[in-house]
């Protein structure tokens, strides 16, 4: 069996006043296709950097990233997006969508800029924005829907070229916790229906037990936790 | 503590955007430099031309003058008989110096003494005190030379001429020596300069004056004015010695306009520019303006902020700005010198007229515009509540709701300015508001127009790929940024088309006017001094020596000279044509059917165009010259023709009606028609042959050469237009790309989004590049019928106030073209840099939650 991402060795620092801040150190991980693995750790762990590396937003300098067994470490820039653009799905907790277009350009975007044809492509869109309950808000623009909305228009614009890799960065951290629950338990089966493997970034344990397993990211190390054993751990 | 803290976040957006002010900057310097730059110029060349005059004058009241000079004689009667009376004799005429044109100034030493000429009456210090005339390097002696002229002391420094040095001058083609004698001090060594002084009888031997004098300077008081006109004959003129200068001003009015004309499109461009940085530099930080309100900034707090910082970038900017304005115009002085001297006399402008005037207008225009529209931007800012500053969707939405209504104002406004353009006034000041209110109107009305035919073309443009789709989509929704920015440069560009038409339908005019009245073959005329208007005589019996030259069929002669009239001092050429139709001018308007039948008899002539639009004369009127033998006489108009050779107008005499009142039987000109099938050289060389002589040199040129270096000078006249409209378009190139660039900074994080969601750096690259190009070809296609309507009013309305001359506005098609070019390749130089840092910014930090 693949795995969807796999990380050898990676390390990853910045520098901040002329001192150099190690914020991954020698990561190993895994997460299988298919799978749902939670990440946890403090705020300030480096998830988000993490997470960056893993879908070369941000370039890979030691270690290396593999997605579904492509190693990124030869990529260029341009390979880099391609990748990105065929394989993964990402999910912010700002939300991250373009005021100026409308919720259907939005979701769109990444059909169109693989060169999509429009008529599937907007088919494709409204399959989705059903799926995410918003159908008839297609014509409207992001920054008027609630934050729960929003990030539902982010889950189909991360769903809508069906990745094999959802990566999702705390996606329900903006949100109150009736909706945060609802968007999590749509974003889980849509996942789940379409094969997708996700490495879900969050603080919630209940969101993390949901998941097929947990990681922790801790001083620059990860480790599997025991998601049974969460409260215990020092992540919270 | 708050205004320091406020300060220190200024401080710190400028820090992190440095390109944002520096275009901040570089926008008010431009803006400001070159407003300054044509109000320097156009006050220099006004202020020399004063300077010199008053070199020519000194403390002259009046000035007595005749139709065709003064003789010597009657100056001598008129001394002995009022002998309390100060005057002096004077010759002027130009000569010119290694290709450089001075004034020579004749004068009588002894009757200088009371008129303080050149300032510090270098001929009194001259002849009164020989120990200063010797500490200017010379020796009584060497002033008593019958050779000597003495030259300021800044021209010979200027011009590296010495004192005791022989000088070769050229007086109309030929060559004379003289002796530099002294160099004489100047109060005002501006005023001095380009002007020589020699004595009366050597100057009139070198401009072969005869017994002629130019005229007689006076200082009179009124009894001694009252006794003077009793005893003068109706032959002589005596005029307040400022009216020549007033004629002379008049002239040059036409190009100062012109000029002015230019520096308000500066000025439109320039306030622009300066708008649009300061407004980008407010709208960049409307979050942050936001959440400075949330925590509970007030909005008074934030205005005086926003405003003290534009005091203080534009006031350094401004001062930065009117020294380059005062750089370049040293440039421009040169063209326009150049102009003047081509077109009107000899004009020498050495100093660059500077004043604190300047400074303060410098100012005003930097700070003022800065402030304005940063207080404009400020208001907006700091009035939209905290919540909705953060909505782009929003403000795209309400301003995309405002612009029917800006587009009618502007519709408005255009037809206000339309309808002023074709009143029937004279005001030239009506014609620039008229030009201004349609440019104003049309660049209200850009945005919407912009919007709809984005929007229009959107099905269209979809199927040519996401890239032009996604450039497309990014104009039309954020019109409120790219509105202003297109509106900006297709206003500029439409300035260089509108100018480019005026020019072009100009040109093409001049050049069938010259097809149309260069009748002759070849013309032959004496050579005057360097590049002046005063034309000098052919010998007398040249006339009947062409004439028989072989190859001849017929001969035409003219006559060139200043003639005083009931509307000023004009210029009137004397004809004796080949053809009793006058042949080759063309008659815009005539006394009856047969002009030319009326005109050849006595008491008749013809005006030109410009003439009969500024004095409102018409054909079967009548106007009043001042004539050699009968003074003051009325003339008949017999027909207005065109011409295109002179803005301040020109009277058309008959030779035989000349004779009647002239004792001046000379010619400047002969124009020969040839036979058919001979050769243009050939005859060339036997009129050499046959007329010249060592003592009066001949230029003999074909009517094509003169075709020809018409629209060399021609072509030299707009040079300084061309100048100013490039300087425009720079302008207008900065706030463009100033716009570009905020406009791209602005939504760099939606560049991070696209590129997060699978676009590339070429992907992004290209939606960028296309944009912009979308962008100027839009602006490039809305500036041809604007440049058109600015065109038409500087053709019908502008020039034809200033100028007097009506032509045919034509469309020249290679304009239309380079229009578009340089339009799209502004856009996209200008684009370049914003698509490349857009697609190298990391895409992380752009999307690192805020
Ligand atoms: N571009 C950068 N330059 C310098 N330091 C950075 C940069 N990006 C992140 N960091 C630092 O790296 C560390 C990890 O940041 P990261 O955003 O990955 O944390 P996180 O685990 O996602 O935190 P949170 O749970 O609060 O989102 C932080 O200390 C942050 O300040
Ligand atoms: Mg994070």
Same mark, same amino acid.
């Given at each position: 069996?693949?795995?969807?991402?796999?990380?050898?060795?990676?390390?990853?620092?910045?520098?901040?006043?002329?001192?150099?801040?190690?914020?991954?150190?020698?990561?190993?991980?895994?997460?299988?296709?298919?799978?749902?693995?939670?990440?946890?750790?403090?705020?300030?762990?480096? !998830?988000?950097?993490?997470?960056?590396?893993?879908?070369?937003?941000?370039?890979?300098?030691?270690?290396?990233?593999?997605?579904?067994?492509?190693?990124?470490?030869?990529?260029?820039?341009?390979?880099?997006?391609?990748?990105?653009?065929?394989?993964?799905?990402?999910?912010?907790? @700002?939300?991250?969508?373009?005021?100026?277009?409308?919720?259907?350009?939005?979701?769109?975007?990444?059909?169109?800029?693989?060169?999509?044809?429009?008529?599937?492509?907007?088919?494709?869109?409204?399959?989705?924005?059903?799926?995410?309950?918003?159908?008839?808000?297609?014509?409207?623009?992001?920054?008027?829907?609630?934050?729960?909305?929003?990030?539902?228009?982010?889950?189909?614009?991360?769903?809508?070229?069906?990745?094999?890799?959802?990566?999702?960065?705390?996606?329900?951290?903006?949100?109150?916790?009736?909706?945060?629950?609802?968007?999590?338990?749509?974003?889980?089966?849509?996942?789940?229906?379409?094969?997708?493997?996700?490495?879900?970034?969050?603080?919630?344990?209940?969101?993390?037990?949901?998941?097929?397993?947990?990681?922790?990211?801790?001083?620059?190390?990860?480790?599997?936790?025991?998601?049974?054993?969460?409260?215990?751990?020092?992540?919270? | 503590?708050?205004?320091?803290?406020?300060?220190?976040?200024?401080? #710190?957006?400028?820090?992190?955007?440095?390109?944002?002010?520096?275009?901040?900057?570089?926008?008010?310097?431009?803006?400001?430099?070159?407003?300054?730059?044509?109000?320097?110029?156009?006050?220099?060349?006004?202020?020399?031309?004063?300077?010199?005059?008053?070199?020519?004058?000194?403390?002259?009241?009046?000035?007595?003058?005749?139709?065709?000079?003064?003789?010597?004689?009657?100056?001598?009667?008129?001394?002995?008989?009022?002998?309390?009376?100060?005057?002096?004799?004077?010759?002027?005429?130009?000569?010119?110096?290694?290709?450089?044109?001075?004034?020579?100034?004749?004068?009588?030493?002894?009757?200088?003494?009371?008129?303080?000429?050149?300032?510090?009456?270098?001929?009194?210090? @001259?002849?009164?005190?020989?120990?200063?005339?010797?500490?200017?390097?010379?020796?009584?002696?060497?002033?008593?030379?019958?050779?000597?002229?003495?030259?300021?002391?800044?021209?010979?420094?200027?011009?590296?001429?010495?004192?005791?040095?022989?000088?070769?001058?050229?007086?109309?083609?030929?060559?004379?020596?003289?002796?530099?004698?002294?160099?004489?001090?100047?109060?005002?060594?501006?005023?001095? =300069?380009? $002007?020589?002084?020699?004595?009366?009888?050597?100057?009139?031997? &070198?401009?072969?004056?005869?017994?002629?004098?130019?005229?007689?300077?006076?200082?009179?008081?009124?009894?001694?004015?009252?006794?003077?006109?009793?005893? /003068?004959?109706?032959?002589?003129?005596?005029?307040?010695?400022?009216?020549?200068?007033?004629?002379?001003?008049?002239?040059?009015? %036409?190009?100062?306009?012109?000029?002015?004309?230019?520096?308000?499109?500066?000025?439109?461009?320039?306030?622009?520019?300066?708008?649009?940085?300061?407004?980008?530099?407010?709208?960049?930080?409307?979050?942050?303006?936001?959440?400075?309100?949330?925590?509970?900034?007030?909005?008074?707090?934030?205005?005086?902020?926003?405003?003290?910082?534009?005091?203080?970038?534009?006031?350094?900017?401004?001062?930065? %700005?009117?020294?380059?304005?005062?750089?370049?115009?040293?440039?421009?002085? !040169?063209?326009?010198? *150049?102009?003047?001297?081509?077109?009107?006399?000899?004009?020498?402008?050495?100093?660059?007229?500077?004043?604190?005037?300047?400074?303060?207008?410098?100012?005003?225009?930097?700070?003022?515009?800065?402030?304005?529209?940063?207080?404009?931007?400020?208001?907006?800012?700091?009035?939209?509540?905290?919540?909705?500053?953060?909505?782009?969707?929003?403000?795209?939405?309400?301003?995309?709701?405002?612009?029917?209504?800006?587009?009618?104002?502007?519709?408005?406004?255009?037809?206000?300015?339309?309808?002023?353009?074709?009143?029937?006034?004279?005001?030239?000041?009506?014609?620039?508001?008229?030009?201004?209110?349609?440019?104003?109107?049309?660049?209200?009305?850009?945005?919407?127009?912009?919007?709809?035919?984005? #929007?229009?073309?959107?099905?269209?443009?979809?199927?040519?790929?996401?890239? /032009?789709?996604?450039?497309?989509?990014?104009?039309? #929704?954020?019109?409120?940024?790219?509105?202003?920015?297109?509106?900006?440069?297709?206003?500029?560009?439409?300035?260089?088309?509108?100018?480019?038409?005026?020019?072009?339908?100009? #040109?093409?005019?001049?050049?069938?006017?010259?097809?149309?009245?260069?009748?002759?073959?070849?013309?032959?005329?004496?050579?005057?001094?360097?590049?002046?208007?005063?034309?000098?005589?052919?010998?007398?019996?040249?006339?009947?020596?062409?004439?028989?030259? $072989?190859?001849?069929?017929?001969?035409?002669?003219? *006559? =060139?000279?200043?003639?005083?009239?009931?509307?000023?001092?004009?210029?009137?050429?004397?004809?004796?044509?080949?053809?009793?139709?006058?042949?080759?001018?063309?008659? $815009?308007?005539?006394?009856?059917?047969?002009?030319?039948?009326?005109?050849?008899?006595?008491?008749?002539?013809?005006?030109?165009?410009?003439?009969?639009?500024?004095?409102?004369?018409?054909?079967?009127?009548?106007?009043?010259?001042?004539?050699?033998?009968?003074?003051?006489?009325?003339?008949?108009?017999?027909?207005?023709?065109?011409?295109?050779?002179?803005?301040?107008?020109?009277?058309?005499?008959?030779?035989?009606?000349?004779?009647?009142?002239?004792?001046?039987?000379?010619?400047?000109?002969?124009?020969?028609?040839?036979?058919?099938?001979?050769?243009?050289?050939?005859?060339?060389?036997?009129?050499?042959?046959?007329?010249?002589?060592?003592?009066?040199?001949?230029?003999?040129?074909?009517?094509?050469?003169?075709?020809?270096?018409?629209?060399?000078?021609?072509?030299?006249?707009?040079?300084?237009?061309?100048?100013?409209?490039? &300087?425009?378009?720079?302008?207008?190139?900065?706030?463009?790309?100033?716009?570009?660039?905020?406009?791209?900074?602005?939504?760099?994080?939606?560049?991070?989004?696209?590129?997060?969601?699978?676009?590339?750096?070429?992907?992004?690259?290209?939606?960028?590049?296309?944009?912009?190009?979308?962008?100027?070809?839009?602006? %490039?296609?809305?500036?041809?019928?604007?440049?058109?309507?600015?065109?038409?009013?500087?053709?019908?309305?502008?020039?034809?106030?200033?100028?007097?001359?009506?032509?045919?506005?034509?469309?020249?098609?290679?304009?239309?073209?380079?229009?578009?070019?340089?339009?799209?390749?502004?856009?996209?130089?200008?684009?370049?840099?914003?698509?490349? !840092?857009?697609?190298?910014?990391?895409?992380?930090?752009?999307?690192?939650?805020?």
């Amino acid at each position: 069996m693949t795995n969807a991402i796999h990380v050898e060795a990676l390390t990853h620092s910045y520098t901040r006043a002329d001192s150099r801040t190690l914020i991954l150190d020698s990561v190993e991980m895994s997460v299988p296709s298919g799978q749902s693995v939670a990440l946890i750790g403090r705020s300030g762990s480096g !998830k988000s950097t993490l997470l960056n590396l893993i879908s070369g937003l941000e370039p890979v300098k030691q270690g290396n990233v593999s997605i579904n067994g492509q190693s990124l470490l030869n990529l260029n820039d341009h390979q880099r997006t391609r990748l990105r653009g065929r394989q993964i799905g990402f999910i912010y907790q @700002a939300f991250n969508l373009i005021h100026t277009l409308s919720v259907k350009d939005n979701v769109a975007l990444p059909l169109a800029l693989s060169g999509v044809h429009s008529g599937t492509a907007y088919a494709r869109v409204k399959q989705l924005m059903d799926a995410v309950g918003l159908a008839g808000r297609e014509e409207d623009y992001p920054d008027r829907l609630s934050g729960g909305e929003q990030q539902r228009v982010a889950i189909a614009r991360a769903l809508v070229h069906e990745p094999a890799l959802i990566l999702a960065d705390e996606p329900t951290g903006n949100l109150d916790a009736n909706s945060g629950r609802q968007v999590m338990q749509l974003l889980r089966d849509l996942v789940q229906q379409q094969g997708s493997a996700m490495l879900l970034v969050t603080h919630s344990q209940e969101v993390a037990r949901s998941a097929d397993s947990a990681l922790l990211l801790n001083n620059g190390k990860v480790e599997v936790v025991d998601t049974l054993a969460l409260e215990q751990s020092a992540a919270w | 503590m708050l205004a320091h803290i406020l300060a220190r976040s200024s401080w #710190r957006f400028y820090r992190q955007h440095p390109a944002q002010l520096l275009l901040s900057i570089i926008g008010i310097v431009l803006g400001v430099g070159v407003v300054c730059a044509v109000l320097i110029t156009n006050n220099s060349s006004q202020r020399a031309f004063a300077l010199s005059t008053e070199a020519l004058y000194g403390n002259t009241t009046h000035e007595l003058i005749g139709a065709n000079g003064v003789d010597q004689q009657f100056y001598v009667e008129l001394r002995n008989r009022f002998t309390s009376i100060n005057m002096a004799p004077v010759i002027v005429g130009n000569i010119a110096i290694n290709d450089e044109v001075y004034s020579l100034l004749g004068l009588d030493p002894f009757a200088e003494l009371a008129f303080n000429r050149a300032s510090n009456s270098p001929f009194a210090s @001259a002849t009164t005190s020989q120990q200063q005339a010797e500490s200017n390097g010379s020796s009584l002696t060497d002033l008593l030379r019958t050779d000597a002229l003495l030259i300021s002391e800044k021209s010979a420094r200027d011009k590296q001429l010495s004192v005791g040095q022989m000088i070769t001058l050229d007086v109309a083609g030929q060559k004379h020596s003289a002796y530099l004698a002294a160099t004489y001090q100047s109060d005002n060594p501006v005023a001095a =300069t380009g $002007l020589l002084l020699g004595d009366i009888a050597f100057v009139q031997k &070198l401009l072969q004056r005869g017994d002629k004098i130019s005229r007689i300077d006076l200082i009179l008081d009124d009894e001694q004015e009252l006794a003077l006109q009793e005893y /003068l004959p109706q032959t002589l003129q005596l005029k307040q010695a400022g009216s020549r200068t007033d004629t002379m001003r008049a002239m040059t009015r %036409g190009f100062h306009i012109n000029l002015t004309a230019m520096s308000l499109l500066a000025l439109l461009v320039g306030i622009f520019l300066i708008h649009n940085t300061m407004t980008f530099a407010v709208v960049q930080r409307r979050e942050l303006f936001a959440i400075m309100r949330i925590t509970g900034i007030t909005s008074r707090t934030l205005m005086k902020n926003i405003l003290i910082e534009a005091v203080a970038i534009s006031s350094i900017a401004s001062m930065i %700005g009117i020294a380059l304005g005062y750089f370049l115009s040293s440039a421009l002085v !040169k063209l326009t010198t *150049r102009t003047i001297n081509d077109l009107y006399f000899v004009l020498h402008v050495q100093e660059v007229w500077f004043s604190p005037w300047l400074i303060a207008l410098g100012l005003a225009l930097g700070i003022g515009s800065s402030v304005i529209a940063a207080s404009i931007a400020a208001i907006d800012a700091a009035s939209t509540n905290p919540v909705q500053a953060r909505q782009r969707s929003l403000i795209e939405e309400r301003s995309q709701r405002l612009l029917p209504l800006l587009a009618m104002i502007g519709v408005v406004i255009m037809a206000a300015g339309a309808l002023l353009s074709v009143l029937p006034l004279r005001s030239l000041v009506a014609g620039f508001i008229a030009m201004m209110l349609i440019i104003l109107g049309f660049g209200l009305l850009i945005p919407w127009l912009v919007l709809h035919i984005t #929007r229009s073309l959107k099905p269209l443009i979809d199927k040519l790929g996401i890239s /032009l789709s996604l450039a497309a989509g990014g104009i039309y #929704r954020n019109i409120s940024r790219t509105g202003l920015a297109i509106a900006a440069l297709s206003i500029a560009v439409s300035a260089t088309f509108g100018v480019d038409v005026m020019i072009g339908s100009f #040109r093409s005019s001049v050049d069938n006017w010259l097809k149309a009245t260069l009748q002759s073959d070849i013309y032959i005329t004496a050579p005057a001094a360097a590049s002046t208007q005063t034309a000098s005589m052919l010998s007398p019996d040249s006339y009947s020596r062409a004439t028989g030259t $072989l190859g001849v069929a017929s001969v035409s002669s003219g *006559r =060139t000279l200043q003639v005083s009239t009931s509307v000023g001092d004009i210029s009137m050429l004397v004809i004796k044509p080949h053809s009793s139709d006058g042949g080759g001018f063309e008659l $815009l308007e005539t006394d009856g059917d047969s002009p030319w039948q009326l005109w050849s008899a006595d008491q008749s002539l013809m005006i030109s165009e410009p003439l009969a639009t500024k004095h409102k004369l018409q054909a079967g009127g009548s106007i009043d010259v001042f004539t050699q033998n009968k003074g003051f006489t009325s003339f008949n108009i017999a027909a207005v023709f065109r011409d295109y050779g002179s803005s301040q107008g020109k009277l058309l005499m008959a030779r035989d009606v000349f004779d009647l009142y002239w004792q001046a039987p000379g010619i400047s000109s002969l124009g020969i028609v040839l036979n058919n099938s001979v050769e243009v050289e050939l005859v060339i060389d036997q009129l050499r042959a046959t007329l010249a002589s060592s003592e009066r040199p001949l230029s003999i040129q074909s009517n094509t050469a003169i075709h020809e270096q018409s629209l060399i000078v021609f072509d030299r006249t707009f040079e300084v237009t061309r100048v100013l409209r490039w &300087l425009t378009v720079g302008v207008a190139f900065v706030g463009i790309f100033s716009a570009l660039l905020a406009l791209h900074l602005e939504r760099a994080k939606e560049f991070a989004i696209l590129r997060a969601s699978g676009a590339t750096r070429q992907t992004v690259l290209m939606i960028v590049m296309a944009q912009t190009f979308i962008m100027g070809l839009l602006a %490039g296609t809305l500036a041809l019928p604007l440049g058109w309507m600015m065109s038409e009013v500087l053709i019908k309305v502008i020039n034809l106030r200033s100028f007097g001359w009506s032509m045919q506005s034509m469309l020249p098609v290679d304009a239309i073209g380079e229009t578009l070019v340089l339009a799209v390749a502004s856009a996209m130089l200008a684009g370049i840099y914003p698509a490349y !840092k857009l697609s190298r910014t990391g895409i992380a930090e752009q999307l690192r939650d805020d």
